[in-house]
Structures are given as C-alpha cells and as structure tokens.
C-alpha cells in the first residue's frame, strides 16, 4: 500500500474525476457510503445520536452526505455548520440542498453563536477540515475544537482529524482528538506518526474506489509492508543443501550482566535461518552460551586485542553487533576491528550506534547496505536531535541515502529507509513488543535473515515484518501484556508457516 501526501491524493481524487470519468458529487457520495457502510458493520449506526461537525469545504459536504445517509437509521441526527461567511464548496452546497426536506436539524454556529453542549448520548462525527487545511487552526475553529475535544464522547473524524496536517508536523497546534480516523483510500504519513497518536486515535482506511492507473505515474512518499510483499520475499528452504549453504553468521553482543541481549540475538538468528552462528562471548561468560543456547558456537574474549583473538572474519557471511553490549572502551574496540576487517552487509543496533554516536567517523566506516536498527533516541543520539517525527523520517532517510545503509526506525509502524530513497511503515506488531528485549529479538532475526542468503533490503523488510507477525502471534495466546521477548522468539517458527500458508 501506498503513503501519499495531501497533495498527492488531492491529484488521485482529480485523475479519478477525469479518467474514469466520475462526477466530485457522486465521488464525494462513494466516499460518504464507505463510512456509513463502515459504521453499520462495526454497529455504530444503530446505538447513537450523532452531531456531525461540518466544515464548508468538501470534507464538510462528506459531513452532510453522511447526516443525510445516517437519517435513514432514524437516530436523530443534528448538523452544526461552522459558519465562515464564504458560500461552501459546490459539493458543499449541493450537499445541503439535498438535506433540506429530511428530518436532520441544521444549526449554524456564528462567530458569537454559544458552542453547543454535547450529550453523552451523542457520537460526535468530526468534517470540518480534511486535507484542504492550508494553515495551523486558531481562533474561532481552534475554540470549536478545543470545546469538542473537552467532552468525553467518541469522535469519528472524516479522512483526517480536523486541524492535522497530512505530511508534516501538527504540533503544537490545536487538533481533534478522534477515537477513529475514516481516511480514504490509503494512508497518509501523518496517520503513521506517533506524536498524533492522540489526534487520530484507530486509523482505518476505506477504499473509495479512486483509479489505480494514478499509481503508475505517481512515486509514493513512503510504501507500507503487507503480508504479500513479506510472502513474496520469502525463499524456500531447498533440499540437499547442507547448514554450510545457509550462512555463518557472527554475533557481537551482552557484556557482564547484559547476557540474555546476547541469549536473545542469537536464538532469534538460529530461528532465522541461518545455517551457523558464533557468539564473541566474554571470558567471564563462558559457561552460558554452552548451557543457554547449545546450538551457537562461542568465540571468548578477553582483554587482549580483537586482533589476537579473532584475525580472519572471512568465514562470517554477516555479523549482527549491539544489543547489551555496553560502550566500555573493550566494545568500542571490537566494533572498531569489525567494522575496519568486515565488509559485507551487517546489523548495527542498541550500544553500537550509541558507540558510533560518540565517533561519528565510524559512521563513514559501515559496510554499504548494512542495517542500522535505532529506536527514536538512539536515531537523534546518531544523527543530532529532531524536533518532531516527521523531521525524524527525514532524517532517517536522508541518512540512508548519504551513508547507502539501510536504517530501522523502531517504533509502532517501524520505519524502513533504503538506501535508494525508498521508504516503507510496517504494518505488523502490536503494542505487546514494547518490552525490553523485542529490539535485541529484532536484531538477532536481521542477522539470521543475512546469514541466510536474502538480500539486504530483502531481510529488512522481511526481518521487520515477520518480527512483528511473530509478537503478534504471541500476544495472541499470552494476551498483550504478558509477551516477553522469548515468547517472541517462540513465534518465529510459527510466523514463517503463517505466512507461507497466506493468500
Ligand atoms: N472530490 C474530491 O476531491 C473528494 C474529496 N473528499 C473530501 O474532501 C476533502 C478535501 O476537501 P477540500 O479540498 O474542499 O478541503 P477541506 O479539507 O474541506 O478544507 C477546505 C476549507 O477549509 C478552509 N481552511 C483551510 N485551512 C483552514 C484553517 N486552518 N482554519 C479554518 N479554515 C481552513 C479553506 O478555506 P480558506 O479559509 O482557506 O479559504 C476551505 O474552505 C477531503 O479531506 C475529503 O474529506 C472526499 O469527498 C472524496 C472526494
Ligand atoms: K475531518
């Protein structure tokens, strides 16, 4: 699925009203049938009152052919027009004109009119403004929204929250709190975002119908993973291969007391698919690996050089080096001599980006392709502090591009910046893998991936996927609170069948 600006969709709906061709009133018709469509299977139509916000704009005229759609629930259904003085858009008014002989109160709210009480009986559908906002809401719609906002009932925001733009940052302007976002046709980056989380509370996305053939000559802003692009990635496991033909891979990670970020990294790799795998372990360690995980062979390390302990890297197809691993001057060496010895593509995460934050030359020194997997802090400790998420997403890919490196923003939709300039969200996960170890989980999935023989940019996309798919499946027998990163990691196999077995 495609991520497209406001800009962007506003073209869509044009080429839809050209090309097909479709009137706007009877697009705008389409668009309003897909919410109500939408509420009476979720049996939101039947239970409420509802007070529809309306802008003058054509998310306004959604507002009004929504009303007149809902009427036919016999629910009362009263319509508060935000009175700007202007006409309204054509659709607008055509709009109101059809709702004058049915039985829905219109009331206009002037600029000294009092704002209307809201019952607690009432579902609030919010189509002031959708992606015709052209500046940041204040004054009399900014206390309109501030007043809605301050009631405790549910709001349906159509296609966007009033008062959020679609591709930059709201913050720190007035918006609407919404329960649900109606968006059409695809989402919008700022649906994606954490800091609007609170704007547009569940995000859903109706199709309206809008003409695919826009899609050939139009680059998305950013791409979202699905279960058929992860499958398409997907490479069966042949027979008559041998574990050689499926990868070594070498992890460095834990340090005294951070163990089980190690422990975790390397099953989540073995689960992957790689064919080997070697853990550097501390000397002080060296009785865990043997005992904790028997199937990953260890290398162990003491105070001497990397030099002395580990000369030849040429065996390792990849090498996954962070979680747990502290920023001791010993780490830094090890990430030194690795990332100085080893070129092929690697997993970069946790203290090994902070390591590279505090030497940012290192930066320069990373294999091309490898995957960097920061979460939100860690990504502003590398590339310098962002003010906001959608500066973030920049950034992110900005420095993919500069440093040809794949970077892993972690969060709900983890974002994935390729070193070409393409970007996707992910759409797997759920909010159980907020927990200590998911990222070293994440890590350990990315370098098995590697090891195994996908692609840089396969394995991410892939990795991030299946990571999510696998905390999923998890938090469906466990519940969303009790998912622990091994739970995880005793989802891999199960993320691998389902989706194999998906349409
Ligand atoms: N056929 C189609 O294209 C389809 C479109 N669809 C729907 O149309 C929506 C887009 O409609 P739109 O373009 O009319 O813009 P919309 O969001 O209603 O706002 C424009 C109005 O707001 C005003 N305004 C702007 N900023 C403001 C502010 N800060 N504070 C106050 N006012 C502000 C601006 O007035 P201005 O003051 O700038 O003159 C103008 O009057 C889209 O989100 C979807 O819901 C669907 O039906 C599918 C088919
Ligand atoms: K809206």
């Known amino acids: ?74 629910r009362p259904v009263d319509v508060f027009i935000f009175e700007t003085g202007q006409l ?46 052209n500046r940041p809401v204040e004054g009399r719609m900014a206390a309109l929204i501030s007043h809605i906002n301050q009631y405790p009932n549910a709001v349906i925001s159509i296609d966007l929250p009033s008062g959020l733009f679609a591709d930059q940052s709201t913050l720190p302007h007035p918006c609407i709190h919404a329960s649900i976002t109606l968006s059409f046709q695809c989402f919008k980056p ?36 699905d279960g058929p692009l992860a499958k398409a990635i997907l490479q069966p496991r042949l027979a008559f291969s041998h574990k050689g033909k499926f990868g070594h891979a070498l992890l460095l990670a834990g340090s005294p007391g951070k163990m089980g970020a190690a422990v975790l990294a390397a099953k989540a790799c073995l689960r992957s698919g790689a064919g080997l795998l070697t853990t550097l372990v501390p000397e002080l360690e060296r009785m865990l690996f043997p005992t904790a995980i028997p199937e990953s062979m260890s290398i162990l390390y003491d105070n001497r050089k990397p030099e002395e302990i580990l000369s030849d890297t040429s065996i390792y197809k990849t090498i ?55 979460h939100p802090k860690e990504f502003d400790r590398l590339n310098g502090t962002c ?50 170890g998911s990222g070293d989980v994440l890590t350990g999935m990315l370098t098995g991936l590697l090891a195994r023989g996908y692609a840089p940019e396969q394995a991410a996309l892939l990795g991030v996927y299946l990571h999510g798919l696998a905390g999923e499946i998890a938090s469906r027998k466990l519940g969303k609170e009790s998912v622990l990163a091994s739970d995880i990691i005793d989802s891999i196999g199960p993320a691998f069948l389902e989706l194999e077995s998906s349409n």
């Not at 009092?114 to 002031?128: G, H, K, N, Q």
């Not at 700022?190 to 053939?213: C, Y």
């Not at 502290?326 to 390591?355: C, E, I, Y």
């Not at 920049?394 to 040809?404: F, G, K, N, P, T």
């Open 320 to 374: 996954g080096i962070g979680p747990g691993l502290g920023q001791q001057p010993q780490s830094r060496d090890w990430l030194h001599h690795l990332l100085t010895h080893f070129r092929k593509p690697m997993v970069l995460d946790a203290d090994a980006l902070n390591l590279l934050a505090s030497d940012v030359r290192l930066l320069e020194g990373i294999p091309p392709f490898s995957i960097l997997t920061p």
């Open 88 to 133: 309204g858009s054509p659709d607008f008014q055509q709009n109101l004109h059809r709702l004058h002989t049915l039985p829905v109160t219109i009331h206009f709210i002037q600029e000294n009119s009092p704002l209307p009480d809201i019952p607690e009986s009432v579902l609030v559908i919010d189509a002031l403004l959708g992606t015709g906002l």
């Open 1 to 74: 699925m495609v991520v497209l600006s406001a800009e962007q969709v506003r073209a869509w709906d044009r080429f839809t009203i050209e090309k097909q061709p479709i009137a706007s009133i009877d697009l705008m018709e389409k668009a309003a049938m897909a919410c109500v469509q939408w509420m009476e299977t979720n049996r939101i139509v039947n239970q409420q009152q509802f007070y529809i916000f309306c802008g003058k704009g054509n998310n306004g005229g959604d507002g009004l052919a929504i009303a007149r759609l809902l009427q036919k629930f016999n």
């Open 190 to 225: 700022a649906l994606l975002v954490s800091e609007n989380a609170l704007f547009f509370g569940i995000p859903v996305i109706l199709d309206i119908g809008l003409d695919q053939r826009f899609l050939n000559s139009c680059t998305p802003l950013y791409e979202m993973t």
């Open 387 to 436: 003010s906001n998420d959608f500066e973030r997403l920049e950034a992110a890919l900005r420095m993919a591009i500069q440093h040809q490196v794949i970077v892993v923003l972690k969060g709900h939709r983890t974002f994935i910046a390729m070193p070409g300039g393409r970007a996707w969200f992910n759409t797997s996960g759920n909010a159980s893998m907020a927990k200590g």
